[in-house]
């Protein structure tokens, strides 16, 4: 090695470890600053709403309630009819997500069809939920001429099916193409490339990305209020009105009553507990990807 590269070596080591000018260091606390603060407005309104939910809503909280419907002060109906009607949108949504997204991913990439599927599936992204709700209305409720869970759940999973089909596509995306090259060198055909090597590697990422899916379904208000609409008591069958916990809230937040108001407020900490679960269960999930 030379003297001159040995001096410029010197040199950049000289530079790594001396302290930054005064203006750097100026820019560097101020931006580190302006960061916290923003995290720490952020993060207000949420800490708040979760402490006026569970302020309100702990104190009249019963395991009554869990197996008593709305009729006797209770949301165990309502608790059901939401499990019931996530179900059922998770029946529709989560096969035909993963097959479409694995379409768009592996076998439709750079096709005009492929291209097309990805724009309208984008597109469904941002359409607002009482837009589904009124399409799932007159699809099946003005068809069969009755309110049902089949009917919410099929408007919930019209609002999961462009979640669930552009989180596996990318998640597809990310399995290394060295994993696709060893299987076609083994002798792997396509198909067996695609669902036992390039799936099997993406299946923590689009688990993840079904869990909020139905974190987002649980808390669906409008689409519920046109397909399912509500009951009182426990439904008889899935070709009927059903209560959910999020049309309860819709349904008793102006009520004057001090028992509908503290059902209210306890239904309302049950559905972000609900959706709380889900999320640290995707979170679980993440991280024992990573």
Request: aromatic content about 8%; proline content about 5%; cysteine-free.
């Amino acid at each position: 090695m030379s003297d001159h590269q040995v001096s410029n070596i010197d040199d950049l080591a000289t530079e790594l470890y001396s302290p930054l000018p005064p203006r750097r260091l100026l820019f560097n606390y101020g931006m580190n600053a302006i960061a916290f603060i923003l995290t720490f407005l952020a993060l207000v309104p949420l800490v708040s709403v979760l402490w006026k939910i569970v302020g309100e809503g702990i104190g009249s909280l019963k395991p009554s309630m869990f197996t008593t419907p709305v009729i006797d002060d209770g949301f165990g109906n309502a608790i059901l009819g939401t499990l019931i009607m996530v179900g059922i949108a998770a029946l529709i949504s989560v096969p035909t997500g993963i097959m479409t997204g694995i379409f768009l991913s592996e076998i439709g990439q750079g096709t005009h069809i492929g291209r097309a599927v990805r724009f309208i599936t984008s597109i469904l992204t941002g359409v607002p939920s009482i837009i589904v709700g009124i399409f799932a209305y007159g699809v099946i409720v003005l068809v069969t001429k009755h309110f049902s869970a089949i009917a919410g759940g099929f408007a919930l999973a019209v609002i999961m099916l462009p979640v669930i089909v552009l989180t596996t596509e990318e998640a597809l995306k990310l399995v290394p193409q060295s994993l696709r090259l060893g299987s076609a060198a083994l002798g792997g055909t396509r198909f067996q490339t695609i669902f036992r090597v390039v799936f099997v590697t993406a299946i923590p990422a689009i688990t993840t990305g079904v869990l909020l899916a139905l974190a987002r379904a649980a808390g669906e208000t409008a689409p519920l209020i046109f397909t399912s609409l509500f009951s009182l008591d426990w439904s008889q069958d899935l070709l009927g009105p059903t209560a959910s916990l999020s049309v309860l809230i819709f349904n008793f937040y102006n009520d004057p009553s001090p028992e509908k108001t503290h059902l209210v407020w306890t239904a309302s900490l049950v559905l972000v507990g609900m959706v709380l679960l889900i999320s640290l269960f995707s979170r679980i999930v993440t991280n024992k990807r990573n």
